[in-house]
């Protein structure tokens, strides 16, 4: 079966500091996401990309975070200047198609704010 | 808000035995599209069954199955022949019939553990 793929696993990193997550969806997949799970806590929605831009995004995805698809195979989610509350795993996601359609999640990048 | 409630946070079950993990969501929709995903220690999410709000059919995927019960918004999941692969966090979600993108709302997840 096909595979979303997060780089790197883990990511430590200092408060203030701009970090870069990256994730190459599923080669024919339309629709892409990013989720966090803070340890412990359930999965959150951050935001989703459709055609280049964003589709949706919940309270959590504020002004420190942003996404690109900068060629046309990777998906990043930038955080900006980084605070300890942003220390959680980060799933990427993607899917063919839009509502209600399965969900193809990467494996997760650890981010550890220090 | 539209929250889902997974009121166990673990189960457990012996080998071979079936389980039924328990959750129930509030919304104000019709329509919409409800799931469970498995997360298992390598903390990847994997989809074990969806349910489209309008069918009345229970979905069924080999040993997993749900019972659906739209007036009560409930959503469980019983795994029948449990086997020791099956141990996991297991998290029920739901998601919008319309909009643009799948946006699921996660419960707060059900650890199940299987012993011998």
């Known amino acids: 079966e096909p595979e979303v793929t997060q780089t790197p696993s883990h990511q430590v990193t200092q408060m203030g500091q701009e970090v870069i997550l990256r994730c190459v969806p599923i080669s024919n997949h339309l629709y892409f996401y990013w989720y966090r799970q803070i340890l412990g806590q359930k999965v959150e929605f951050l935001v989703s990309f459709y055609n280049n831009e964003i589709s949706e995004k919940s309270e959590i995805f504020d002004d420190q975070f942003s996404v690109e698809r900068p060629d046309g195979s990777n998906f990043t989610l930038k955080i900006r200047s980084t605070k300890l509350e942003d220390s959680a795993m980060y799933f990427c996601a993607s899917s063919e198609w839009s509502t209600g359609e399965k969900l193809f999640f990467g494996s997760g990048t650890q981010l550890s704010v220090l | 808000a539209q929250t889902v409630t997974q009121s166990q946070p673990e189960m457990s079950v012996q080998e071979a035995e079936t389980v039924t993990l328990s959750c129930t969501y509030d919304t104000s929709e019709s329509d919409y599209y409800l799931f469970w995903y498995k997360q298992p220690p390598s903390r990847q999410m994997i989809l074990v069954i969806r349910q489209e709000a309008y069918k009345q059919q229970n979905a069924t995927e080999n040993r997993f199955s749900v019972n659906f019960q739209k007036a009560a918004k409930s959503f469980s999941l019983k795994i029948s022949d449990s086997q020791l692969g099956d141990a996991a966090m297991y998290f029920c979600?739901?998601?919008?019939?319309?909009?643009?993108?799948?946006?699921?709302?996660f419960g707060t997840g059900t650890r199940l553990q299987v012993t011998l």
């Open positions: 979600a739901r998601a919008p019939y319309t909009g643009t993108a799948s946006k699921l709302t």
